[in-house]
């Protein structure tokens, strides 16, 4: 079922939490809403969820307006970021819950709740307590109980961000294979921008209540619109006027007309990748990331006096936020 | 945060690393001390006292028609009490702790009031309001069952809310939306959400409540007017009887109202960890 979202607005005492943001969700997509603490991300969740009413706007889910409709009717399964287990109820109580609210027959919800125990892989636990599984393994569980219910819309709000990171790498890709296994219309909320990008079709870069954009991952991070999408979705170093990606900062031991003076402060070895750390001559931090050949080529060592030469770059007008942005390749 | 608990529970004790009152068995033998000076010592006087006269004459003293009816009005009305408090306190907690109103701090710090009041002067005010030559002067409360029930409703007022206050200000308010997301209407997630998880705080301010009522004697001396049969409950009953020096027949009722106590505590207690097994 596709999401549209018109012109929201909602206001908590003077914090705009969100101002005139529209989205559009593709049936059967997987989107995430990306963006810093307090930029609305959840608040927009809320919304579409209807745990939450926008003070102007519409919801729209598969084209039917539902922004008067309660929670209860909406028919969406939303998750939280820690859980909200029923933790009075068993698994099995947990995942059977939205069903017996609906009062199917004890067969179909006893079935029901086996088949989606088995898609979370939690077979084995269906007696247990929430206070008994690990965190990943309640995320499952609730999962499994917004699922029972098969709802239009699955909303996931910072589903991995109580989870360390071992775990929430593996949900992550769990999450990416059941949605291809279910194909719900699903959006998830993340300040993680490498989640963003690992788990999500679509990301939608939100900051201060607005959308800065939307768009596949690869757009995002190749053609950011706004500086702040430049600098969230990947990171970005300053140099003057320029934003320049670590990948495409080229090192020299010559200057030339263009290139800048900086410092080696540090050489990170991660490996296959090195990342180089530098200031500037304004005094501005710059990271550089280097293939392993490439910094034993150049025989970079701490301390040393580099020029930094951009092989591309972008320029962002003034405020940042206004769409017209320039490409260069300058190298 | 209890998968945290479970690996805090499962680690080794690593002695050194906690505070010690000078080892565990000093500690234990003040804790066991004190206890018993304070509790057990006192008990045992007044089981000690009941059987003086031995088993029969105990028995005739709890079986006297004036103790029983005495005994009856105290376990009824203190059920009748505690069965007000569960749903009056359960929803003055859930206004006080979910409403927003003008006042509300105000209103807060007056359900303590029943606890900062002598019971004495409690008695004199129930008096003064419902006695009749009282402000309001209603008839049939004073020196009447309904005044007894009355004062334990005012005495025992806190105990519920004070115990279920704190439980619903943590209940996860995100089970409650995930319970609407999933269809539950506002009296169905009440019922299957909220009142299970708080059962166990409202269970044990019941149980508090029921042993304040049983023993309650201050605010109900003025305002029953202490009728043998008719408004007189044990605590007053056992004070006629040391008034008229039957010491023995005082300790022995005594004895069956702490029996009654502490059989409630029990179940409680049984019935609290029974509940809160899988808690949190």
Redesign the interface.
Known sequence: MSIKVENARKQFGDFVALDDVSLEVRDGSLTALLGPSGSGKSTLLRVI???EAPDAGRVLISGEDMTQV?????????C?Q?Y?????MTVRDNVA??LQ??KRPKEEIAERVHELLELVQLEGWVDR?P?QL??GQRQRM?LA??L??EPKVLLLDEPFGALDARVRMELRQWLRRLHDEVHVTTIFVTHDQEEAMDVAEQIVVMNEGAVEQAGRPTDLYDHPATEFVMSFVGTANRIGSLLVRPHDVQLAHVPSSTSEEAMIDRIVRLGFEVRVEMTLGDGNPLIAQLTRSQVDELELADGQIVYVLPSRARVFDENGSEPRTEELALA | M??GAVATAKAPPRPGHRLGLGGPGLTRGLVVGYLSLMVLLPVAAVAATSLEGGIGAFWDAVSAPQAVAALKLTVISSLIVVAINVVFGTAIAWVLVRDQFPGKRFVNSLVDLPFALPTIVAGLVLLALYGETGILGIEGISFTRVGVVMALLFVTLPFVIRSVQPVLLEL?A??E?????????PL?IFR??VL??LAPAIVAGAALAFARSVGEFGSLVLISGNIPFETEVSSVYIFGQIESGNTESAAAVSVVLLAISVGMLFLINLLGRRMLR???
């Open positions: 969820a209807g745990l309660p929670v209860q009717n909406r028919n969406v399964g939303f939280f820690h909200a287990a029923f933790k009075h819950f939205g609210i609906r307590y206070s690990s965190g609730a109980r917004a029972a219910v | 209890s998968q996860d995100e089970m939306e995930a319970a609407a997301s999933l269809g539950a209407r169905t299957r959400i299970p998880n899988h808690g949190s």
